[in-house]
């Protein structure tokens, strides 16, 4: 999930040489005290060893099995044309028949299947970008594939609301220019299931104009937490917090950028007692926890100067490659790819797993990767954590987007890793983790060159047992 033209891949291959190499780990529930100081993150068996797939697409443990949903190029829309190339954050909500899932695609370039332009559906013309929606059954087979929005930029990952809607979110800060007829870099709403509460896409202004990556939404407060996955400078988690007397529910953000009082954006600071931290890489040991305080950013819609610009160092907390987001056990997971000293990070790894409490107002690390120094090895280092979500079985589930091998990585609720999946067909990323309302399907994604899995097998609590 970048737009640079170096991948994460190539930037991870330069400077994983040095480091532990190991991976170090914690509770994902609660860390304090001497427990946080153990390199916990052994292996642990998860559902068991991958068993390699014969079709060379998707290892996964034994019983498990996989359904391709949809697949770039050569599924159709029922529009006629080909299923986009790139997909990536996906969001899951019931259906009629079984699921309904809203899909991003990563498009901002020249990539071979854009989302078709259809009318009443597309923001700009000139961008190739948007979303899919899918209908599958329980047995996750695909009933219907069509278009949800079009003619957006970039659409990385993004986040459901309690209401039942989609957010996706443009990485870029593209102007207007060229073949763009409308600045980029917003959030947009997505109805998964009344495809014309989509028509004339509106970007939700007050949630700021900058390369966004995922989004968590508070069910009780209704605010937003937002990651910014950007470099120089790197970039900044942030907090949308509705305008008094907000009622929301479907259609209410969309009614809200329409309206002056957008409520407040702001970006976050962290503190250790009152000693101000300035990159989120300054933590190296799960449990290291955070004060956590707010401040209003300038000009969210960036008009002259980045929003990540527009503060010092001294004013914020920054973060290379910030990029997936989750609501969760009461407050909001987010993930720090990697870091490297040559990006302006204080220390290098390959991976955090952060969770923002908003009832204490602190923000604690819950998983730390140390950088993978043999990432073509399948040996149970992993690197590169991208997209997130929570397990109704207990931890969370990554994908990983770094070197080498790429793996949908389960992290226990004591803090150990162990492989779920395994791609067998090339080195591209896993996107899109998402588990069905009934807990029975996980939906996943390979980017490149484009596949929508659903994963069914003998879900349960996975196992902690060492290997």
């Known amino acids: 999930m970048t737009t ?17 190499g190991i991976v170090v780990a914690g509770s994902l529930e ?20 991958l068993v390699p797939d014969p079709a060379g697409l998707l290892a996964l443990p034994p019983g498990f099995s996989y359904t391709v949903v949809a697949q770039a190029g050569a599924t159709l829309l029922e529009s006629g044309q080909p299923t986009p190339s790139d997909a990536d954050g996906t969001g899951c909500f019931r259906g009629p028949h079984g699921s309904v899932l809203v899909n991003n695609h990563e498009i901002g370039g020249d990539e071979p299947y854009p989302v078709p332009a259809l009318p009443g559906l597309t923001y700009d013309p000139g961008a190739r ?8 059954d329980r047995h996750g087979r695909r009933l219907r594939e069509y278009v949800s929005v079009a003619g957006t930029h970039n659409n990385c990952a993004g986040g459901i609301t309690p209401w039942g809607t989609w957010l996706t979110c443009e990485e870029t800060e593209q102007r207007a220019g060229g073949r763009y007829l409308k600045d980029h870099g917003y959030v947009f709403e ?28 508070d069910p009780y407060t209704h605010s937003i ?39 407040s954006l702001a970006a976050m ?18 449990g290291t926890r955070y004060r956590v305080e707010w401040v209003e950013v300038p000009d969210r819609d960036a008009r002259t100067v980045s929003v990540r610009k527009q503060f010092t160092d001294a004013e914020v907390t920054r973060s290379r490659k910030l990029e997936g987001a989750w609501w969760g056990d009461g407050g909001a997971y987010f993930v720090a790819s990697y870091a490297r000293h040559d990006d302006g990070s204080a220390n290098e790894h390959d991976g955090q797993v952060w969770f923002y409490d908003p009832r204490r107002q602190t923000v604690t690390l819950k998983t730390v990767f140390g950088v993978n120094t043999d990432p073509e ?12 979500t929570v397990s109704p079985y207990g931890g969370v589930i990554l994908a990983e987007d770094g ?35 009934d807990g029975r399907t996980l939906f996943a994604n390979i980017q490149s060159p484009g596949y929508v899995f659903a994963i069914t097998g003998p879900w349960g609590r996975p196992s902690n047992a060492h290997r």
């Not at 970008?129 to 599958?136: A, D, L, R, S, Y």
């Not at 997505?190 to 104009?209: K, Q, W």
């Open 190 to 217: 997505v109805d998964p299931h009344d495809r014309s509460a989509n028509t004339g896409p509106l970007p939700l202004t007050f949630l700021g104009r900058y390369s966004h990556e995922a989004v968590a939404v």
């Open 403 to 437: 070197e080498g091998v790429s793996h949908l990585v389960g992290v226990t609720e004591q803090g150990k890793a162990y492989p779920l999946a395994r791609n067998e067909l090339n080195d591209s990323e896993f996107t899109g983790p998402t588990f069905s309302a």
């Open 225 to 263: 937490y937002l990651t910014e996955d950007a470099s120089g400078p790197n970039g900044l988690y942030f907090r949308w917090t509705p305008p008094p007397g907000f009622r929301a529910g479907k259609g209410a953000l969309r009614a809200l950028a329409q309206r002056p009082d957008g409520g």
């Open 377 to 388: 090895a399948d040996t149970g280092n992993y690197d590169g954590p991208d997209n997130i």
């Open 30 to 49: 609660a860390i304090a005290g001497p427990v946080a100081a153990r390199p916990a993150c052994r292996p642990a068996a998860g559902y068991g060893d």
């Open 129 to 136: 970008g948007g979303t899919t929606t899918i209908e599958v």
């Open 4 to 20: 640079s033209p170096l991948s994460r891949r190539s930037l991870l291959r330069g400077g994983a040489a040095g480091g532990l």
């Open 269 to 286: 600071r962290c503190l250790r007692g009152d000693a101000h931290v300035a990159d989120l890489s300054e933590a190296t040991t799960p």
